[in-house]
């Protein structure tokens, strides 16, 4: 039983992740190249998008804009992308790194309020 429990459980994050789980409106809103974050869960709610052009230089702290606070996004960038809970992207606060290409998070661990993207 605990061995079918830990099954479904793998397989349940697995379907979260991929892109099929994203829904219509994250990936026909989020275009190829970019960052994306959104103020509420399931990709709803106001949208910020962001591009390599929009972000200069690369490990740079970039507050979302608009004092956004995400609870959804995803990485549709080249490159790979921390989000922070913090805006000034202070490693005393939740962070995590989100691979590059193509990774969705419809429900984000914890609140994000900037992004640093990597080379």
Same mark, same amino acid.
């Not at 608009?66 to 992207?89: F, G, H, I, P, Q």
């Given at each position: 039983m605990v061995v079918r429990t830990a099954l479904v459980s793998a397989a349940m994050v697995i379907i979260t992740a991929t892109p099929a789980q994203a829904g219509p409106e994250a990936v026909?809103?989020?275009d190829a190249g970019s960052f994306c974050a959104w103020g509420a869960e399931n990709y709803t709610g106001k949208v910020a998008r962001l591009s390599l052009e929009t972000v200069s230089g690369t490990s740079?702290? !970039?507050?979302?804009? /608009?004092?956004?606070?995400?609870?959804?996004?995803?990485?549709?960038?080249?490159?790979? !992308?921390?989000?922070? /809970?913090?805006?000034?992207?202070?490693t005393e606060a939740e962070f995590t790194t989100y691979p590059k290409g193509g990774t969705y998070v419809p429900r984000a661990p914890f609140v994000v309020r900037a992004i640093e993207v990597w080379e």
């Open positions: 026909s809103t989020c740079i702290c !970039v507050p979302l804009p /608009e004092k956004l606070v995400a609870r959804s996004l995803a990485n549709l960038m080249t490159k790979d !992308v921390s989000v922070y /809970e913090s805006a000034s992207c202070s």
